[in-house]
T-cell receptor, first 114, second 112 residues
Framework: DAGVTQSPTHLIKTRGQQVTLRCSPKSGHDTVSWYQQALGQGPQFIFQYYEEEERQRGNFPDRFSGHQFPNYSSELNVNALLLGDSALYLC?????????????FGPGTRLTVL | DQQVKQNSPSLSVQEGRISILNCDYTNSMFDYFLWYKKYPAEGPTFLISISSIKDKNEDGRFTVFLNKSAKHLSLHIVPSQPGDSAVYFCAASEGNNNDMRFGAGTRLTVKP
């Protein structure tokens, strides 16, 4: 049973560009959350998708947007990249209305903005 | 605004001894607390949690203690093993299915 998978593993972009990160949830899971982990910090919640809609959102600007597909996979899009967007982006999946202790994280995508 | 703080970036202990990792929070609305373990190149994995209606929760070698009045929790690992070497994150949420706030993590090294 594949766990949460994310692609790509690493990505280098320049300021002002746009980036799309992808996440496939664990088999049977239909809720996907995205987190940003800057160097030396803990993960910060960006947003959560369920039934193809954004259900919760953290304190991130509109440059950060997402999408969930009918197969429950998800994309995170970041527009107008800033140097400060350099981070590890983590995706986590779960079943709806289940606890945070039942979220499974992927290995992350390392984004570097030059 | 860091609502969850782990003030020790690193901790080193001898194999077989106790590891104590600490976490403080400021938001009194938090009522569910979790510890995650993270190995390099892997995502965080859930370790143990505690609800605010309890002050202690045990799972094998891992015990989490919650002091609500001090807004403080700690993770005890007894006995510590070299395989426990990882970064440990403390997290808190309002309810068990709302967005979590994470601390910055503590890197634990268990020496053989």
């Amino acid at each position: 049973d594949a766990g949460v998978t994310q692609s790509p593993t690493h990505l280098i972009k320049t300021r002002g560009q746009q980036v799309t990160l992808r996440c496939s949830p664990k088999s049977g899971h239909d809720t996907v959350s995205w987190y940003q982990q800057a160097l030396g910090q803990g993960p910060q919640f960006i947003f959560q998708y369920y039934e193809e809609e954004e259900r919760q959102r953290g304190n991130f600007p509109d440059r950060f947007s997402g999408h969930q597909f009918p197969n429950y996979s998800s994309e995170l899009n970041v527009n107008a990249l800033l140097l400060g967007d350099s981070a590890l982006y983590l995706c986590a999946s779960s079943l709806p209305h289940r606890g945070n202790n039942e979220q499974f994280f992927g290995p992350g995508t390392r984004l570097t903005v030059l | 605004d860091q609502q969850v703080k782990q003030n020790s970036p690193s901790l080193s202990v001898q194999e077989g001894r106790i590891s104590i990792l600490n976490c403080d929070y400021t938001n009194s609305m938090f009522d569910y607390f979790l510890w995650y373990k993270k190995y390099p190149a892997e995502g965080p994995t859930f370790l143990i949690s505690i609800s605010s209606i309890k002050d202690k929760n045990e799972d094998g070698r891992f015990t989490v203690f919650l002091n609500k009045s001090a807004k403080h929790l700690s993770l005890h690992i007894v006995p510590s093993q070299p395989g426990d070497s990882a970064v440990y994150f403390c997290a808190a949420s309002e309810g068990n299915n709302n967005d979590m706030r994470f601390g910055a993590g503590t890197r634990l090294t268990v020496k053989p």
